[in-house]
């Protein structure tokens, strides 16, 4: 092993004493750099090289060292395009960089969700006319340390790219290049079905001695990886070989199999019947082995690959969707969630920039105890925003088109937090619950102009006593308050709304904006160490 870990020092120490200037991938043609702060720019050199950095009328130096090489620009207002030229014993110039706002975009399946599949797409992407408002995606991968390199590039949104961009990235870009009349890029990293600890850092799980399991996982992977590595190329071959045996003799005939069950569920569907379980291959088919670089479920991994390398690139903030993959265990995302935000904010070194996440969904499958440990991250964790989506789902898929919405309500979010806009941003979140022999009386902050029942009376109030067996409650809207009752609970102590895998609720500000189901059962586990 010791012999392995010397070749890989060698391999990575070598070819800088010989290479070229270059700029990491993230500063290329079209990128953007955000405004109004110090702007790293970074790459790889000859050692001690001198090299100079000049944009909009500025110039830096510095030296190479360890074959890399960091400068920092002085804070720069908005504008562009402008030429980036990096000079060393070559030069390189990279032409189409603007300077605005930059938000780094990351979550699993719903933050991937393209805007071509959006419910709106035929509408908005042939007028997605928006050249500056520009895309890095991030290439999905996992790693066992944190990697230097994100081998991406900028896309500017037009209508030949922009059914490419995440829906939810895209139409939150829009607004805010909309509000700010400035260039704004987003760097894109998500990957679907992915859970919050494969995002976190090793150093971030290891603060908390209850993820000790993961940080076990993780430290593992680094351990075994030299030998997974030498491995893993004959694994490979042996699969594919496998794979191909399994096509001739099952694949083909499954495949008829599920085209004929998905024919006939599409039959059921629209005639309204049961649908058919999913037929399962009459032989399994054969797994494919586990990379030397661990999966996207992994502690870490996601992390070290597809975060690490940005920073510190300069940003404005966070919008983040992401956490049914965590759902089964919602109270351990109480705290996991909460050191992910912390961790990156330490990794990132730029303070507590703005943390704007999305509630997820209703989905039959999703329980309500996950919302409510995204809920108690926005009480204790500072400057974060969440979006609430109980009027935007689909009870049938975890993936709901209606990205507008999301992408909308983060932007207003980034408008007050980021930008000091005195605006309401976000719908009613409970602050109080009082209980008398009758009723509960609940009252909210974000209530915005006001509190409002959106198409008929209020629904999903469920209310119990010192039995805590929740039964469904009256709800009446008082003033700035909410009256919550029922004939069978004489002594109510407890007051639940929208607490269902799919919530059916209507309880909004005259903003818009739907409230966030809660309980008033208080479970706080969490603590910044």
């Known amino acids: 092993m010791n012999k392995v870990r010397i070749v890989i020092f060698f391999y990575l120490l070598v070819p800088c004493s010989y290479c070229n200037v270059q700029l990491n991938p993230l500063f290329s043609s079209g990128a953007v750099l955000q405004q109004g702060v110090d702007i790293p720019i970074w790459g790889t050199a000859r050692e001690k090289e001198h090299i100079s950095i000049q944009l909009d009328g500025e110039t830096v130096s510095c030296v190479a060292l360890n074959g890399k090489w960091m400068a920092r620009l002085k804070p720069h207002k908005a504008g562009g395009p402008f030429v980036l030229t990096v000079k060393g014993e070559n030069t390189v110039v990279v032409e189409n960089i603007c300077i605005g706002e930059v938000w780094f975009c990351s979550g699993q399946s719903n933050m991937a969700f393209n805007l071509g599949a959006a419910a709106n797409a035929a509408e908005e992407v042939p007028t997605a006319h928006h050249p500056f408002l520009r895309m890095f995606t991030v290439p999905k991968k996992t790693a066992v340390q944190p990697m230097e390199n994100a081998d991406g590039k900028w896309v500017e949104c037009s209508p030949a790219t922009a059914a490419g961009f995440s829906a939810v990235a895209y139409y939150f870009g829009r607004d805010i290049h909309k509000s700010t009349g400035v260039p704004v890029g987003l760097i894109h990293s998500s990957w679907a079905g992915s859970p919050a600890q494969a995002w976190t850092s090793l150093s971030g799980l290891k603060r908390d001695p209850a993820f000790g399991g993961y940080v076990a996982t993780a430290e593992n992977l680094m351990a075994t990886y030299p030998e997974a590595a030498a491995k893993y190329p004959q694994q490979l071959s042996d699969f594919e070989e496998k794979m191909r045996l399994w096509d001739e003799e099952t694949g083909a005939t499954y495949k008829k199999t599920i085209d004929a069950w998905n024919a006939e569920n599409e039959k059921n569907k629209a005639e309204g019947r049961v649908l058919l379980p999913k037929p399962v291959p009459a032989v399994p088919a054969p797994k494919r082995p586990v990379p030397p670089e661990g999966n996207s479920s992994d502690p870490t991994t996601l992390f070290n ?155 999903g109030f469920s209310i119990s006593g010192a039995d805590k067996k929740f039964l469904p409650a009256r709800a009446i809207i008082i003033d700035d308050a909410v009256l919550v009752s029922s004939e069978e609970v004489k002594m109510p102590v407890a007051v639940r709304y929208g607490w269902a895998n799919a919530p059916d609720v209507n309880l909004f500000n005259k903003e818009g904006l739907p409230a966030s189901p809660f309980q008033t059962e208080v479970n706080d586990v969490f603590t910044d160490k």
């Open 305 to 459: 690959a597809m975060v690490a390398p940005i920073m510190p690139y300069a940003i404005k903030g966070v919008i983040w969707y992401q956490g049914e993959s965590n759902s089964s265990k919602a109270l351990e995302y109480r705290s996991l969630f909460p050191r992910l935000i912390s961790d990156w904010r330490q990794k990132w070194g730029q303070g507590e920039f703005p943390f704007l996440f999305v509630q997820i969904a209703p989905y039959r499958e999703q329980p309500p105890e996950i919302r409510d440990a995204q809920l108690a991250t926005l009480k204790k964790v500072s400057n974060t925003a969440m979006v609430v989506t109980t009027d935007s789902g689909d009870p049938a898929n975890i993936h709901p088109p209606y990205k507008e919405p999301v992408g909308q309500r983060l932007a207003l979010a980034a408008r007050a937090l980021a930008y000091g806009e005195r605006i309401e941003f976000s719908g009613p979140l409970l602050k109080s619950a009082e209980f008398g022999s009758a009723q509960a009386i609940l009252r909210f902050d974000h209530i915005g102009s006001g509190l409002i029942s959106k198409n008929g009376d209020l629904k």
